[in-house]
């Protein structure tokens, strides 16, 4: 059975340093007709659980820890019985979401998730969050960038927990080395490719911000 990636679109809000935003997210589903892994279980546990339907859920997969990515996670957890993932370092930022629930298991650099015949392989991306990650498979040209990388250049850097610098050189060391036709799916909006955001590292530096 040949893995697919299913997109789901949820709705709602993000908060950090005293504001609150309308925002709409990118949920990502990884597998065949008999398992599964999520990428960034955000905001309707309902919505994904119906998406994912009467496959086993492998994982939850956690790009970074802002409320808007993670804030199903528990409610899905306990309705398929998966784990939990997130890198360490956001364990702070998980906290103000989830005071009484930690992740199930941290994922560090270089580790290969398995699902349906796929590997993703964690590319710890700090910048936009300390323990942002992005998942890349090969076979299937695709990178899962959360909110590290977006058409049109690096995720934002303004708030609490995040840094300009390393946000660039994330992107210049693990995302603009992989093959330029591979796919880029974002946490937000439109999917683009490592090719097409590649040429223009520099004006973003330039921009900085």
Same mark, same amino acid.
Do not use: K
């Given at each position: ?112 998730? =398995? ?53 660039? =050189? ?32 520099? =004006? ?6």
């Amino acid at each position: 059975m040949t893995a697919r990636i299913d997109h789901l679109v949820t709705s709602g809000t993000f908060s950090l340093d005293g504001g609150t935003w309308e925002v709409d997210n990118n949920v990502w589903i990884v597998g065949d007709d008999h398992e599964a892994i999520v990428i960034d279980a955000a905001h309707d546990a309902d919505a994904i659980a119906e998406a994912v339907g009467d496959r086993r859920l492998r994982a939850i997969v956690c790009t970074h820890a802002h409320n808007d990515h993670i804030d199903a996670a528990p409610a899905l957890a306990e309705r398929t019985g998966a784990a939990i993932w997130l890198h360490q370092d956001d364990l702070p930022l998980w906290r103000m979401t989830h005071p009484d629930r930690l992740p199930d298991h941290w994922l560090v650099d270089g580790q290969v998730i =398995e699902a349906a015949g796929t590997d993703l392989t964690v590319l710890h991306t700090p910048g936009h969050a300390p323990g942002a990650v992005c998942l890349y498979d090969p076979a299937l040209g695709t990178v899962f960038t959360g909110d590290t990388l977006f058409q049109g250049g690096p995720g934002a850097t303004g708030r609490s927990y995040s840094h300009f610098p390393t946000i660039v =050189e994330s992107i210049r060391a693990r995302l603009l080395t992989l093959p330029p036709e591979t796919v880029v799916r974002t946490g937000h909006g439109d999917s683009t490719t490592i090719g097409a955001e590649a040429p223009h590292l520099d =004006e973003w530096i330039a921009r900085g911000h």
